[in-house]
Nanobody, 123 residues
Framework: QVQLVESGGGLVQAGGSLRLSCAASERTFNTYAMGWFRQAPGKEREFVSTISWSGATTYYSDSVKGRFTISRDNAKNTLYLQMNSLKPEDTAVYYC????????????????WGQGTQVTVSS
């Protein structure tokens, strides 16, 4: 069982930056594809970004491409999401996810989810 714990959320003004972190309990972290999803109030949970086990392959949603960067440090069992040029529409609970296998944008393909961290962007 993989446990994922997110941190780094908070309140920031539009145009600002935040970096989310996700610490994984699994010692075989480097065999898992990882990703981030988010859910705003009254909306469905949506894909943000994903990264392969090696970090060589990454994908982003169109809404965050060019502003967000996903990365991982397998030596530290940690996933990151650097968020720049934040907009009020980025306000959501952000979830860290993991799966054994390749990257995917489909939330149903991820076996493990963190508890989420709130990101609020004020205008």
């Amino acid at each position: 069982q993989v446990q994922l714990v997110e941190s780094g959320g908070g309140l920031v003004q539009a145009g600002g930056s935040l970096r989310l972190s996700c610490a994984a309990s699994e010692r075989t972290f480097n065999t898992y594809a990882m990703g981030w999803f988010r859910q705003a109030p009254g909306k469905e949970r949506e894909f943000v970004s994903t990264i392969s086990w090696s970090g060589a392959t990454t994908y982003y949603s169109d809404s965050v491409k060019g502003r967000f960067t996903i990365s991982r440090d397998n030596a530290k069992n940690t996933l990151y999401l650097q968020m720049n040029s934040l907009k009020p529409e980025d306000t959501a609970v952000y979830y860290c996810v993991a799966r054994q296998g390749g990257t995917t944008r489909n939330r149903n393909d991820y076996d493990y989810w963190g508890q989420g961290t709130q990101v609020t962007v004020s205008s």
